[in-house]
Structure formats: C-alpha cells, structure tokens
C-alpha cells in the first residue's frame, strides 16, 4: 500500500516539475528575435509538448467484431499414416 501511494505521489511531483520546466523554458522564447530568419523547431518544446495535459481519463479501446462460424465438416478426414519411431541414438555403430 505504501509502495502505491509513493508511485502516485512521485508521478504527480513529476509532473509539476515537467510543466514547471517547460514553462520556464516557454518564457525563454519571448525574448526578440532576428525577425528575417525562419523559426527553427524547438527541441525542448516538442519534448515537452505532451506535458501540458494530464492522461486521459479513458483507455483507448478497440471495437469488438463479432466473429464468423466456420462449420466442421461432416466426415472427418482420414488419420495420418502413423510409423513407429525408432530410438536413433547418436553413438558409434557396434562392433560386428
């Protein structure tokens, strides 16, 4: 029970220093800049990009398709040929 309560505290206490960084770091982009240069991606805000919503409250699922009944068919088929098996050891063959 102890061990489950540490997870969820240490995951929430993840999260608010994950949007605390990435806000920290948003601020950094208010500063001008050279307005004739193209905007160059941020590798720091993609990583942070998922951090500003918490998980979903649903799992994500699959619609359930029904399945077809493939009918057995009325004769069975005929058994397999069944040969005995003999022991192959693998040794030196025996003196005559």
């Known amino acids: 029970m102890l061990r489950r309560r540490l997870i969820r505290t240490l995951f929430a206490l993840f999260l608010l220093l994950g949007q605390a960084s990435a806000f920290a770091h948003a601020l950094g982009h208010l500063?001008?800049?050279d307005s004739g240069l193209p905007e160059p991606v941020c590798e720091v805000c993609l990583a942070h990009a998922?951090?500003?919503?918490?998980a979903p409250a649903?799992?994500?699922t699959l619609p359930v398709v029904?399945?077809?009944y493939l009918g057995l068919p009325a004769?069975?088929?005929p058994p397999a040929a069944v040969l005995p098996c003999r022991?192959?050891?693998?040794?030196p063959p025996a003196p005559v």
């Open 58 to 60: 649903s799992a994500f």
């Open 31 to 33: 500063q001008p800049h």
């Open 75 to 77: 004769v069975p088929p």
């Open 66 to 68: 029904p399945g077809h």
């Open 50 to 54: 998922n951090l500003g919503s918490v």
């Open 87 to 91: 022991a192959q050891a693998r040794a």
